[in-house]
T-cell receptor, first 109, second 111 residues
Framework: RKEVEQDPGPFNVPEGATVAFNCTYS??????FFWYRQDCRKEPKLLMS???SGNEDGRFTAQLNRASQYISLLIRDSKLSDSATYLC??????????FGSGTKLNVKP | DAGITQSPRHKVTETGTPVTLRCHQT?????MYWYRQDPGHGLRLIHY???????DKGEVSDGYSVSRSKTEDFLLTLESATSSQTSVYFC??????????FGSGTRLTVV
C-alpha cells in the first residue's frame, strides 16, 4: 500500500470554478503535511503547508482530518494559471517526506 | 534565486557506464535528498543526507550511491547505468523546519 494516495485526475474545470482534491495517508503518526504544485517538466514547488486547524492562502484552502487520515485542497475561482499537477506530501519519519503521485488539474477557458 | 542547482540538466548515457549527478546548494541547509520521478510512481526517495558524510538509503536505493563531503554538495552516482534508471532526478534541500526546495531536475536517458 502506498504511503500517500491521490486521485490522478485529470480534473477538467472551467475558469471560475471551485475544485477540491483529497489525499489519504496511511501512517497515523504523520507529523506534517504539505501541498506542492508541479508544472509540466518543472520541479515541484511548495504551495502551502497544512495545519490541523486548516489554513487559507488567497483562493486556496487546505484542511487536515487526522481521524480519517486525509488532507484536502480547495481552489476557488480557478484561473488558467492554476493548471498544474498538485502533489500531496506527508512527513512522519525524521524529515523524510512521502509524496503522492499527484492530481492533474486542467482549467479551461 | 537559485539556492539549489543541479548538473547536468540533461544527459544521455550508455547502459553499463557510471554516471554522476551533482547537487549544489548555497543555503547551508543540513538535509539534502535525491528523488527520481517516473510516470505513475510520483517522486521516490533514492538517498538522503542529514549532514556531511551522513547519508542513508531511501525506498529505491539499489544501483545508486551518494556522497556528501561538503555541506553544499550532494552527489548521486549510478554505478552501472541501466535502462530502468532512465528518469527525471530531483535534488531537494531542507532546513528541517518545513518543506523542501527542489532543484530544476536532471533528465537522464540510458540507451
Amino acid at each position: 500500500r502506498k504511503e500517500v494516495e491521490q486521485d490522478p485526475g485529470p480534473f477538467n474545470v472551467p475558469e471560475g470554478a471551485t475544485v477540491a482534491f483529497n489525499c489519504t495517508y496511511s501512517n497515523s503518526a504523520s507529523q506534517s503535511f504539505f501541498w506542492y504544485r508541479q508544472d509540466c517538466r518543472k520541479e515541484p514547488k511548495l504551495l502551502m503547508s497544512v495545519y490541523s486547524s486548516g489554513n487559507e492562502d488567497g483562493r486556496f484552502t487546505a484542511q487536515l482530518n487526522r481521524a480519517s487520515q486525509y488532507i484536502s485542497l480547495l481552489i476557488r475561482d480557478s484561473k488558467l494559471s492554476d493548471s498544474a499537477t498538485y502533489l500531496c506530501v506527508v512527513n512522519y519519519n525524521f524529515n523524510k517526506f512521502y509524496f503522492g503521485s499527484g492530481t492533474k488539474l486542467n482549467v479551461k477557458p | 534565486d537559485a539556492g539549489i542547482t543541479q548538473s547536468p540538466r540533461h544527459k544521455v548515457t550508455e547502459t553499463g557506464t557510471p554516471v554522476t549527478l551533482r547537487c549544489h546548494q548555497t543555503e547551508n541547509h543540513r538535509y539534502m535528498y535525491w528523488y527520481r520521478q517516473d510516470p505513475g510512481h510520483g517522486l521516490r526517495l533514492i538517498h538522503y543526507s542529514y549532514g556531511v558524510k551522513d547519508t542513508d538509503k531511501g525506498e529505491v536505493s539499489d544501483g545508486y550511491s551518494v556522497s556528501r563531503s561538503k555541506t553544499e554538495d550532494f552527489l548521486l552516482t549510478l554505478e552501472s547505468a541501466t535502462s530502468s534508471q532512465t528518469s527525471v532526478y530531483f535534488c531537494a534541500i531542507s532546513d528541517g523546519q518545513g518543506g523542501y526546495t527542489f532543484g530544476s531536475g536532471t533528465r537522464l536517458t540510458v540507451v
